[in-house]
């Protein structure tokens, strides 16, 4: 099968699957590296065709990649069907957003209040998976798109990605919190 044909499989197999939930969203192939996400702003979904076969091989477990792709088609939706909560958190979002671009990555990482932030910013995201993940879950119980063993490999294999940056940055900011709370040496 040639890449272009790969390609305009993998979108088919998107596009199918939102039409069996029964969604109206647009879709966005894209090269950004990320293997899809919503855009909570201008509501659509975007995909990487070449990512999202290099993220599904990077799973432990063997999921088929028409699963692989449903699955997280579903999850996106799921954000999608969270979108006002989305929205809601944009002003928060910009205020971490400019505080990133405003001070060099190492002194995010040095300042106990930027730190913060960027911690405030892993709890959100996390949220916002989880939830993308009840609603993906939802969906799937409603239509039936994937069997529940793959899902809940693929969802654990996603949540796992952003718990692990979570937990590095906040051992990161505990370890600061401590050194900064030590009495100085004389």
């Given at each position: 099968?040639t890449?272009?044909?790969?390609?305009?499989?993998i979108?088919?197999?998107?596009?199918?699957t939102?039409?069996?939930?029964?969604?109206?969203?647009?879709?966005?192939?894209?090269?950004?590296?990320?293997?899809?996400?919503?855009n909570?702003?201008?509501?659509y979904?975007?995909?990487d065709?070449?990512?999202?076969?290099?993220?599904?091989?990077?799973m432990?477990?063997?999921?088929?990649?028409?699963?692989?792709?449903?699955?997280?088609?579903?999850?996106?939706?799921?954000?999608?069907?969270d979108?006002?909560?989305l929205?809601?958190?944009?002003?928060?979002t910009?205020?971490?957003?400019?505080?990133k671009?405003?001070?060099?990555?190492?002194?995010?990482y040095?300042d106990l209040?930027?730190?913060?932030m960027i911690?405030?910013?892993?709890?959100?995201?996390?949220?916002?998976?989880?939830?993308?993940?009840?609603?993906a879950?939802?969906?799937n119980?409603?239509?039936?798109?994937?069997d529940?063993?793959?899902f809940?490999?693929?969802?654990?294999?996603?949540?796992?990605?952003?718990?692990?940056l979570?937990?590095?940055?906040l051992?990161?900011?505990?370890?600061?919190?401590?050194e900064?709370?030590?009495?100085?040496?004389s």
């Amino acid at each position: 099968m040639t890449e272009r044909t790969k390609n305009k499989s993998i979108k088919q197999l998107i596009q199918s699957t939102v039409a069996a939930v029964q969604m109206d969203i647009r879709l966005k192939p894209d090269s950004s590296g990320v293997n899809m996400s919503y855009n909570f702003i201008l509501d659509y979904v975007g995909f990487d065709t070449q990512r999202l076969q290099q993220a599904r091989n990077e799973m432990q477990t063997h999921i088929p990649l028409d699963e692989y792709i449903k699955i997280l088609t579903l999850h996106e939706l799921g954000h999608a069907v969270d979108r006002e909560a989305l929205m809601d958190s944009l002003p928060r979002t910009m205020e971490i957003y400019k505080m990133k671009k405003s001070h060099p990555f190492h002194q995010q990482y040095e300042d106990l209040e930027l730190l913060e932030m960027i911690i405030e910013e892993h709890k959100m995201n996390i949220l916002f998976e989880e939830t993308a993940w009840i609603n993906a879950e939802e969906l799937n119980r409603i239509y039936r798109i994937v069997d529940w063993h793959s899902f809940e490999k693929v969802k654990t294999h996603s949540l796992l990605t952003y718990q692990e940056l979570y937990e590095k940055d906040l051992a990161l900011y505990n370890r600061l919190v401590a050194e900064s709370s030590e009495p100085a040496a004389s």
